[in-house]
């Protein structure tokens, strides 16, 4: 069974009960009820790649939320959606330097001949599993487009 990852928050949340720690127990229940929701909804049982796809997705959701509640200025509930940033980042693997993500560009445009704007889609599916939770998706798309486009 390859549920490491879903095993290790599980596990966590078990610790983070016998701590108090509330705040990260809630988050842990959160995270668990999305795998959980995506494999009722697939009828599949996720795996660690699939298990980085909910958390990155719900990262994103919640950087977001901090964005609009920063325009708001309601600073409380930004900080709490920020918090929960950090808990769900501890389950993802570290982040991606601008080298690094610069050079995974250049290999994948190579390795998929890519040449004009039209062949962005070939170079993020090469890019896109390697990038999952590690960097912001959208951000490798846009400096992706730029090289490209000869920008």
Do not use: F, H
């Not at 490798?140 to 730029?146: F, L, P």
């Amino acid at each position: 069974m390859t549920d490491t990852l879903k095993r290790r928050i599980q596990d966590d949340m078990k610790l983070a009960m016998k701590a108090g720690d509330k705040s990260r127990l809630g988050v842990i229940r959160l995270i668990l009820a999305a795998v959980k929701q995506r494999e009722v909804d697939e009828r599949i049982e996720l795996d660690d790649a699939q298990v980085l796809v909910v958390l990155d997705k719900m990262v994103k959701q919640r950087r977001e939320s901090v964005s609009q509640y920063s325009a708001a200025n309601r600073n409380d509930l930004a900080e709490v959606e920020q918090n929960e940033i950090l808990i769900i980042q501890d389950y993802l693997p570290p982040a991606l330097s601008a080298e690094e993500i610069e050079g995974m560009i250049a290999t994948a445009v190579k390795d998929a001949a890519a040449t004009t704007v039209g062949d962005m889609g070939k170079v993020m599916a090469l890019l896109k599993p390697l990038l999952q939770g590690r960097a912001d998706v959208g951000a490798v798309s846009a400096q992706v487009r730029a090289k490209l486009s000869g920008a």
